[in-house]
């Protein structure tokens, strides 16, 4: 419907040779002034309505394509393993999947069109000039040359600043981001105007590149609209004589100059299409780039199915297992350790030791680097992760509750009607304060839980892991902002609910070691004893210097 608009407009200056040449020139004819004027109104009105169905038509294809890719990054994005996020800023995924597809769509839905629209225009436009008269046609294609060079020239700049801005769109998000989350901290260190240095700096640097963009962009549509107007001049100049000395007719003329009027209006905005196609390609690649990130924890072809648990409960088995960060020193090496079924194992080593890292490598957070980890005999490499997920949760030191109401955050990974099991859970967790909240199970909790304390925070979590009835449960310390007493009271109603449920739970504190049936101990990224906590006490050395230094921990500070 845009070609045909386009091509249409091309029409008028036929009729305006014919008018000329027909009834101006020789018998003046109103009937033909009338029929002449009848084509052009029917011909711009039809032009008018292809315009209007370009514009209504394209909007649903372009929005769904947006809509799809946006989608299928989302989906990509929340597959790729939690290396893929330790490296990526969220700034940097928020502006690919909204900045950059936005400017996707406005390139499909206009650029696109009008590229190949004007180019057909113009290839159609010059074919008529060329027949109206091959003299000034050569003129106008001869002008196309410095236009082309320009052209190239122009994307070769534009192409590397489009991307720079869009880097530094994306750092500038980040920056948001960061300084709103970590808000708290910035305040109370009276950091905010550091923060808000740091961000006009980068803003500078973001405007500093747009205007550089717009320059570069107003250079080439300066010379862009120039060259085709200054051809205009020097046909005329060859023109005339060539009409006043009988080689072209007078209408071929007029027609010839109405054609190039319509051509030029494409040539002069090709800088603004490029400029366009150049920013809708920068953000493709910003977007490939995530897509074509391949996940390294992925499904195995042909997933094997998990085994039933024994009568006692799931074994789990860490073997030989190695693993390092792939920007870091190896944290686990050679690990082996085996949770027994239905029983409570405790983790316990120095800060730093990778207690957490070990943890996350049975759900398949991170894949161990060599060795294997495996639940109930399987390599949990050989399950498909949604089967391995499902078996096992996860509560961690630093509770991630997400914006929504108390009952979604506790049944995230269990049926959202089992009323029963949330109240369960919420008891299990010894979370009572949730019946003083505003609408009980159904307050909504602010983003990321932050109008809750780190202790109701922690229980909630717990409350989430309890509720997903795992059959290995792993707890990164999750009571460490609870009093003793009250981890005691939830430790006691967990070995109550548990029964069956293999745990691993890492501490920080003597209290939830004496909690556990046994005790392994995490030292130089190898487990170097495993017992019970009075085994340990008289035979491991290592394990005696982690506790008094877990012990020496000040739990309360006296002043
Ligand atoms: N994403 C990461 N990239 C690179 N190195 C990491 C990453 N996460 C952790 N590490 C490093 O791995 C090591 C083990 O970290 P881990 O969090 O497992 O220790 P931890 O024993 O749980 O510590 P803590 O008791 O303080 O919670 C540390 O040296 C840490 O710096």
Redesign the pocket.
Known sequence: MALGASLLSLVLPQVLAWLVNGPLLTDGSRAGVVGAAAVVLVVGLLEAFLVWCRRAFIATPGTNVEQDMRVSMFRHVLDLPVEFH?RWSGGQLLSRSMADLGSIRRWLVFGLVMMLVSAATVVVGVALMIATSWQLGLVYVAGAVPMMWLSFRFREDYKVVARRARDQAGDLATAVEESVHGIRVLKAFGRAQDALDDFSRQADALRDTEVHKARTLSRVTFALGAIPEAILAVSLAIGVPLAAHGHISVGALVAFFATATIVNRPVERLGQFLAMTLDARAATDRYVQVMDTVSAVQDPAEPVALPAAGPAGTRVELAGVTFA?P??AE?LTGVDLVLEPGLTTALV?L???????LLQLVPRLYDATAGAVLVDGVDVRDLARSDLRGAVAVAF?DPILFSASVRDNVLLGADPDDEELLHLALDVASAHFVADLPRGVDTVIGEEGLSLSGGQRQRIALARAVAARPRVLLLDDPLSALDVSTEAAVTARLREVLVGTTTLV?A?RPSTVALADRVAVLEDGRITGVGTHADLLVNHPHYRYVLTALAAEPQVVTL
């Open positions: 330790d960060h920007t870091g944290v080593g800060t730093g030791s990778g207690k957490s890292t030191e890492v920080h």
